[in-house]
């Protein structure tokens, strides 16, 4: 039997790939009553042979990790969509995974679970930039911003 290869899906992934550092701004949450700016750190690659991206993310706020993260991309054939598995420094479980899929030149995933909805936009700004919006929603309609940031490659 011949193994499975990458398709196009996979590699579109590599977007993402590299070392990406970038200035955040954290909106007031539950999680983060007062918000405020940060730095963020992104080191991605493809991993087992194309089919994921493996991201670990480290948040710095006055020069000291808070946060950290770690991300598993990849895409689903079956149910026609990219799936993103994360796994934080708050020890919440992993769940089911968000669920995305391009629209022009954005990666956007969604998820609806008990704590209530969240998007991420990932727009991409040329080979070496992108910008992140992450969000969250009671009900699906109405939607507050929780990060905003750009990210550079190194």
């Given amino acids: 039997m011949e193994m499975p290869k990458p398709q196009e899906q996979h590699r ?3 977007a993402l790939a590299g070392t990406w550092t970038g200035e955040e701004t954290m909106f007031p949450s539950p999680w983060d009553p007062k918000g405020g700016k940060a730095t963020g750190r992104f080191q ?3 991993e087992l042979d194309g089919f994921f991206l493996l991201t670990d993310y480290v948040q710095e706020r006055g020069g000291q990790p808070g946060y ?3 991300g598993v991309y990849g895409y689903d054939g079956e149910r026609s ?3 993103l598995h994360w796994f934080d420094s708050m020890g919440s479980p992993c769940g089911e995974p968000m669920k995305g899929n391009w629209r022009g030149d954005s990666l956007i995933f969604e998820q609806a679970g008990p704590m209530g909805h969240s998007r991420h936009t ?3 700004e040329g080979e070496n930039r992108f910008s992140m ?3 969250n929603s009671q009900d699906g309609k ?4 929780f990060l905003e ?3 550079a490659r190194k």
Avoid: D
């Fill in 12 to 14: 579109k992934l590599q």
């Fill in 44 to 46: 991605s690659r493809l």
């Fill in 68 to 70: 950290r993260g770690h």
């Fill in 81 to 83: 969509c990219y799936t």
């Fill in 122 to 124: 990932y727009r991409f």
């Fill in 133 to 135: 919006l992450m969000e």
């Fill in 142 to 145: 109405q939607w507050t911003r």
């Fill in 149 to 151: 940031a750009t990210y």
